[in-house]
Structures are given as structure tokens and as C-alpha cells.
């Protein structure tokens, strides 16, 4: 099980990206897949999830509307679209597989694989 996050960069605020990550040695498909950020001197937090079976999401309040979660099973990929970038959006951002429940939510223990963090920053 191998995950390989990408998209990261720098932007100035305002701006977009759009991270991805993409499974090897399993078929997406079967797991939950959640992002989550860790901001210096900060803990890792559950930012966005989405489900396996149904297409449920979870948005945690400070990325609504701004943050779009979205996966390809076709392509094995899982993705987050970033717009309206804040400063406070300056993270590593990690992708997670929770293979057990189909959990769609922020708590990092559910999770079961995680990828390399990518890194956020947002400045001007």
C-alpha cells in the first residue's frame, strides 16, 4: 500500500491548487480517503473526507466553500481542490485511507494509510 501526494506549493493568497494523491498496490475504490494538515507547532487535523459507497463528504468549518474533495477511481487518485487561499492554509497537507467502516470524518485514529505530506504555503 503506497500513497504519493502531490500539488503543493507556493501561492499568494487568493490563489488555488489542487493537491493529489494517488494509490499504488490496491485499487482506491475500497477505502474512505481523507486530507489532513499539519501547520508548524500545530497538530494534524482532519480537514476533508469523503466516502467510498455513497460520495458523502465532510468539510471541517474553516475550508467550507473554499475546498473541494473529489477522487477518480478510474485513475486511482484522490484530489483537493484549493481556492481562496489563506495564509492560515500554510501546511503539510497528508492523505489518509480508512479501510474498515467507509468513515467519513476528521478523527486521524480511523485512518489507516497515509501518504508523504506536500507542503502549503501561502504568502504574499
Known amino acids: 500500500v503506497q500513497l504519493q501526494a502531490s500539488g503543493g506549493g507556493s501561492v499568494q493568497p487568493g490563489g488555488s491548487l489542487r493537491l493529489s494523491c494517488t494509490a499504488s498496490?490496491?485499487?482506491?475504490?475500497?477505502?474512505?480517503a481523507g486530507w489532513f494538515r499539519q501547520a508548524p507547532g500545530k497538530e494534524r487535523e482532519g480537514i476533508s473526507c469523503i466516502s467510498s459507497s455513497d460520495g458523502s463528504t465532510y468539510y471541517t468549518d474553516s475550508v467550507k466553500g473554499r475546498f473541494t474533495i473529489s477522487r477518480d477511481n478510474t485513475k486511482n487518485t484522490l484530489y483537493l481542490q484549493m481556492n481562496s487561499l489563506k495564509p492560515e492554509d500554510t501546511a503539510a497537507y497528508y492523505c489518509?485511507?480508512?479501510?474498515?467502516?467507509?468513515?467519513?470524518?476528521?478523527?486521524?485514529?480511523?485512518?489507516?494509510?497515509w501518504g508523504q505530506g506536500t507542503l502549503v504555503t501561502v504568502s504574499s
Open positions: 498496490g490496491f485499487s482506491l475504490k475500497y477505502f474512505a
Open positions: 489518509a485511507l480508512e479501510g474498515d467502516s467507509d468513515y467519513v470524518g476528521p478523527l486521524i485514529d480511523e485512518y489507516d494509510y
